[in-house]
């Protein structure tokens, strides 16, 4: 009798015990507020960029001169960046240039690598995207 009860007990904590697919622990480990540090191989200038992952699949940030807003999914490994509009200030010359490298490198996001001080995002031949630390 007592190896019937022992055996239910393993059985029940076994069954509430579910491992975190690569997707579900990416997914949450990208969720918050990320800084810049480089992008396309080329880091950052005085004024860094920063995503904003946020529940629901929402992304905004500033691309170093404006504020942006979007989309993003996330599939296993497979990070997809959609931004859907910005503000459309004047910069200093150096920021509009970072902030237009920004904006062309978002759509070519593809997968993402969890570190363990930060994320980076790869594009699908595996060339590096973004470095992000996170906030």
């Known amino acids: 009798m007592n190896k019937q009860i022992v055996g239910c007990i393993i059985v029940l904590l076994l069954s509430g015990c579910q491992s975190m697919s690569s997707g579900d622990n990416l997914r949450s480990f990208i969720l918050g507020d990320w800084q810049v540090e ?6 950052t200038v005085v004024s860094p960029a920063n995503l904003s992952f946020l529940a ?19 599939e296993g490994d497979k990070v997809k960046l959609m931004p859907a509009g910005s503000t459309r200030m004047m910069c200093p010359e150096s920021l509009m240039r970072q902030a237009g490298l920004i904006d062309k490198a978002m759509p070519l996001v593809a997968t993402a690598e969890m570190k363990t001080d930060n994320l980076e995002f790869l594009d699908s031949a595996g060339k590096s995207i973004f470095i992000l630390n996170k906030l």
């Open 38 to 43: 480089s992008v396309m191989g080329t880091p």
């Open 56 to 74: 629901g699949g929402k992304i905004a940030g500033n691309n170093s001169c404006n504020n942006f807003f979007g989309s993003y999914t996330v």
